[in-house]
């Protein structure tokens, strides 16, 4: 039994129970530590409380959020104010919180601060479940409110520091007591970036889904409300999955916060979301909104990129799309007559599934789209099947036609570089009959613009076959040679030197000497190679004949052509007085050819092109305004007869000569132009007009080089020219032009009342095949006089003969 202990002795450690001792332990460490954080906690509020004071009167003014104006973009329409391009770095379209869409409001709400019509800023519950849930493993939850994040985004850096953190508490407390809930929401929508160069909803309910923000749907407005925790990591269209995952969280949350009903929820989760890609409903018209950009920064430097500016310009939306179509159709018509030059890239496909699903999307995320031009990856490859996929993972199998373009990198004997294997990345498109075609991305580059001459107005403008590739604007920066397009203009000058469609002209070789030159000896050809001798002006200038037009341009003058080409707006120093003029060997832009084509179609006045529409303006303050267009004022540049015969002219080529095709696809006769091909096929060129748009249309290399040997004005760029006429004129009735006074109709032909049968220069280019007849001109003693030889008429006799050429 166990001996008792004597009253009153202590007892020794050995006989104290471990119970009894721990808990005295733990109640003194308790007693302990409570007093050391009273004490800490004293102090503590002590420093808190001298920070505040110090930090709180330094707090930005937040005053002036009360009337939010954010930063907004300039915004560029077209005339019938569809959008062609945004600049700033911010692209935003401000909505005021009343006409927010109360499902947008919801999603938002829901997984961002479902709490924030109860709390005053800091949501402490919040702070507190977060806390909880990262403790237990669970995953990171946040505790931000809406009214710390606008805070954050408007006032502070992106730097993780406690003082920063102190001052977003600090923000948000001062605009939660300064500011509304609803002028907090109004912001918190607005400001936020949401990818892709969208800030706030509005803007983000057009890049994603192209659809006003009030038209959302639950699911829309859902996919929408994730992107503001990781724009990149949840956007939609980089990202499907895992945005698709996170939608499908906020629906949930919506749910459990009582903002949509279970079957709401079933049905937002099932909808399948029609994203928006990239340049998918664009006007296509970048290139010109560039060009309107330069002008307005030109006038309010930066300050354009934020003051709202909304710019609306003369290009019309449907033409300007028919003009996109109608050259990246020509080009493409191009390409497939091109060698292969190979797959773009190789990569090694894993074995493993996922990994290898990951390559491709990883590659096709580097290689995107270009427009209907899309990028996939070759899994299988043989002489008569390849299967690709792209990044949706369903296998695309191509044979027949639609391999054909590639026919040589299919081949047993390809060189590696050219080869189609599997982990090729190749470019595929659909066809006219929905099947598959393997292409590649060309090298060739073309343009296109289209005016209205009377008013100088740019209807469409196409300055290359891809911007995101090449934002170079070859309608007004590629400075090419004109080739035969420019030979019209050569055959205006030559009517005030008394040449007439009806006067005869030599097509026979010429030969000049180094000496005449200058240089080298130069024998200039045709381009079919073949002489035809004796032929009048208009069936010369149908053909294209290169030697009867350097004739008409030795009648001319060569100074005397330079100057007046000036007349339509061209650079004479880019054009020397040599005879190679008469070729088209100066330097042009499209921008010109189609100006100075337009002086033709007006009747005489040169009209510049503008690309802003008149009379737009900003909140009232006028941003451009156009002089008024007087086609018989002062900026008439040619008379009236040498615009109506040098039309009849450039009409009977649309009729009969190198772009008779015009006529007979458009199936009207009121359509003008020239084709034109420079020396060795290296610029290909057609320009024309009906009396309502002016066209030039170039197809060729960024760097100068041979198309083809049989590629040309007519068979390359004479196609587009007509697929967007087909398109402009489609509402048009035939609009013929009056004849204006002072011209007779003689023979079947138009003459200068002065330069009738008998009068002018009835020959040039015939002393070998009728001797001592030469060239003979009569003064225009009148508009557009040049320097003129004294009138030689010929003999009666001489005269029916020629007249005689004529009708045989």
């Known amino acids: 039994m166990a001996q008792k202990d004597a009253p009153g002795k202590k007892p020794t450690p050995a006989t104290v129970s471990p119970p009894v001792h721990l808990a005295r332990v733990v109640v003194r460490l308790v007693v302990a ?56 770095e911010e692209r935003r379209s401000l909505v005021p919180i009343r006409d927010m869409p109360q499902v947008m409001i919801d999603a938002v709400l829901a997984i961002e601060d479902a709490r924030f019509f109860e709390h005053g800023g800091v949501d402490y519950r919040g702070m507190v479940r977060a806390a909880l849930a990262n403790l237990g493993q669970a995953k990171s939850q946040g505790a931000s409110t809406i009214t710390m994040q606008v805070a954050r985004n408007v006032y502070l850096s992106a730097e993780k520091s406690y003082t920063r953190k102190i001052y977003e508490v600090l923000l948000t407390f001062k605009l939660e007591h300064q500011l509304t809930k609803e002028q907090i929401l109004e912001i918190y929508m607005n400001q936020i970036f949401l990818g892709h160069r969208a800030y706030g909803f509005a803007m983000a309910a ?31 269209l ?19 916060n009582g903002f949509i009903t279970a079957a709401q929820a079933e049905e937002a989760k099932a909808e399948k979301l029609q994203l928006r890609r990239q340049n998918v409903e664009r006007s296509r018209a970048e290139f010109a909104a560039e060009m309107v950009r330069q002008a307005i920064v030109a006038q309010y430097g930066e300050d354009a990129y934020t003051r709202g500016l909304v710019v609306t310009t003369t290009i019309r939306s449907d033409e300007q799309l028919s003009a996109y179509r109608a050259v990246r159709q020509g080009v493409m018509d191009f390409e497939v007559r091109q060698f292969y030059r190979g797959p773009e890239l190789f990569i090694d496909l894993p074995a493993d599934e996922a990994a290898r699903e ?9 290689r995107p789209d270009n427009d209907d031009l899309l990028s996939a990856v070759v899994l299988e490859a ?57 292409t590649q991305l060309p090298e060739v580059e073309a343009a296109f613009v289209a005016l209205d001459p009377r008013t100088g107005d ?14 170079f604007n070859r309608v007004t920066q590629a400075w090419r040679q004109p080739g035969s397009s420019f030979k019209p203009f050569i055959y205006s000058a030559a009517l005030e030197k008394g040449v007439m469609p009806m006067t005869v002209v030599n097509d026979a070789p010429l030969f000049f000497s180094a000496q005449e030159t200058g240089g080298k000896p130069w024998e200039p050809k045709n381009y079919d190679g073949t002489f035809e001798g004796p032929m009048s002006v208009r069936r010369a200038l149908a053909k294209s004949k290169n030697s009867v037009s350097i004739r008409i341009l030795q009648v001319v003058g060569t100074v005397s052509a330079q100057q007046w080409v000036s007349r339509f707006g061209f650079e004479p120093q880019r054009h020397p007085p040599y005879l190679t003029m008469a070729l088209g060997a100066g330097s042009v832009t499209p ?49 009236a007869r040498n615009a109506f015969v040098t039309n009849n002219l450039l009409q009977e080529i649309t009729r009969s000569g190198t772009a008779a095709r015009a006529q007979s696809t458009l199936r009207r006769p009121d359509v003008y132009g020239k084709t034109g091909t420079t020396n060795d096929a290296v610029d290909a060129w ?15 290399y960024d760097t100068p080089r041979n198309l083809g040997s049989r590629e040309t004005g007519g068979g390359l760029s004479l196609p587009i020219w007509i697929s967007y006429m087909s398109h402009a004129l489609r509402n048009q009735p035939v609009q013929e032009y009056e004849v204006p006074a002072g011209l007779v109709r003689a023979g079947g032909d138009w003459f200068y009342e002065e330069f009738g049968p008998g009068m002018g220069v009835q020959a040039i280019g015939m002393e070998e095949v009728m001797p001592g007849v030469g060239p003979a001109a009569a003064p225009t003693g009148g508009y557009g006089e040049l320097p003129l030889t004294a009138p030689q008429p010929l003999p009666s006799d001489d005269r029916r003969r020629i007249l005689d050429l004529f009708r045989n």
């Open 591 to 639: 921008m010109q050819m189609a100006t100075g084509y337009g002086v033709f179609a007006n009747g005489g006045p040169l009209v510049p092109p503008r690309p802003i529409a008149p009379g737009t303006a900003h909140q009232g303050k006028l941003l451009y305004e156009a002089p008024p267009v007087a086609l018989d004022g002062a900026n008439r540049v040619i008379d």
């Open 686 to 700: 057609f320009v024309g007009f009906h009396p309502t748009v002016v066209a030039a249309t170039w197809v060729g």
């Open 358 to 366: 990951e390559a491709i999307e990883q590659v096709l995320s580097e």
């Open 206 to 236: 057009q890049t994603y889904f192209g659809k006003p923000l009030a038209d959302l749907s639950v699911a829309e407005a859902a996919m929408l409300a994730g992107l503001p925790k990781a724009p990149s990591a949840f956007n939609p």
């Open 382 to 438: 043989s002489a008569t099947r390849v299967v690709a996929v792209r990044s949706d993972g369903e296998p695309i199998t191509i044979t027949g036609e639609g391999l054909r373009p590639v026919r040589s990198g299919l081949a047993e004997r390809a060189a590696p570089n050219i080869r189609i294997r599997p982990g090729a990345v190749i470019r595929i498109m659909r066809t006219a009959g929905n099947s598959w075609r393997i």
């Open 33 to 88: 530590l409570v007093g050391l954080a009273a004490a800490g906690v004293v102090s503590l509020l002590i420093i808190i409380a001298l920070a505040l004071a110090l930090a709180y009167p330094n707090l930005p003014d937040v005053g002036h959020l009360a009337d939010y104006r954010p930063k907004l973009p300039l915004r560029v329409l077209t005339i019938d104010g569809k959008p062609m391009g945004e600049f700033g």
């Open 238 to 256: 980089s990202n499907p999955r895992r945005a698709r995952a996170r939608q499908l969280h906020i629906i949930d949350r919506m749910r459990e």
């Open 458 to 471: 740019i209807r469409a403008l196409v300055g290359g076959f891809d911007f995101q590739k090449n934002k």
